[in-house]
């Protein structure tokens, strides 16, 4: 019953990155619509809930930043920077997937399949092959996507 619509306005309030608000909002508005769903809410007071405004990031490094960065960075890192790829596509990036310099990635981000030729840098900079995923986790048969964003905070710190 305390539950209502202008309390979870103000908690979204109090979130400072629009971003995460929005990921907040959208986990509340889930859980609200199981409640209805299941009869423990009335109404879903998530309706017509408030969405910040995000904007597009868009970071473009100078040479000066890179040379930088560099030597901070783990090989799965300079791969990512070497190709521009997504982190998701680098992290599930597949031995099977790669023929002589050619990286054909058939789950993209974007729902196609693509062909990237690699250069020498990037292939300079792949592991030694040892099972089906390039860049390993000690703890899983590949690395993760937020191993990545968090190793790449760390270098950029």
């Not at 990921?23 to 998530?46: D, Y």
């Not at 789950?107 to 020498?120: A, I, Y």
């Not at 840098?121 to 048969?141: D, F, N, V």
Request: with cysteine.
């Amino acid at each position: 019953s305390d539950l209502d619509r202008q309390v979870l306005v103000d908690i979204l309030r109090q979130i400072e990155a629009p971003v995460m608000a929005n990921s907040a909002r959208a986990q509340v508005m889930k859980l609200c619509s199981f409640g209805v769903e299941h009869g423990w809410l009335q109404i879903n007071p998530t309706n017509n809930l408030p969405r910040n405004q995000e904007s597009k990031r868009q970071v473009i490094l100078t040479e000066p930043q890179i040379t930088q960065i560099w030597p901070l960075l783990t090989a799965p890192l300079k791969f990512l920077l070497a190709t521009g790829q997504h982190r998701s596509e680098v992290a599930r990036m597949k031995w099977a997937d790669l023929h002589s310099s050619t990286w054909t990635q058939l789950d993209t981000k974007l729902g196609q399949p693509h062909s990237l030729v690699l250069p020498e840098l990037a292939m300079a900079l792949l592991p030694e092959q040892k099972g089906a995923y390039i860049w390993r986790s000690g703890r899983a048969e590949h690395i993760h996507v937020s191993t990545l964003s968090h190793k790449w905070l760390e270098a950029s710190r």
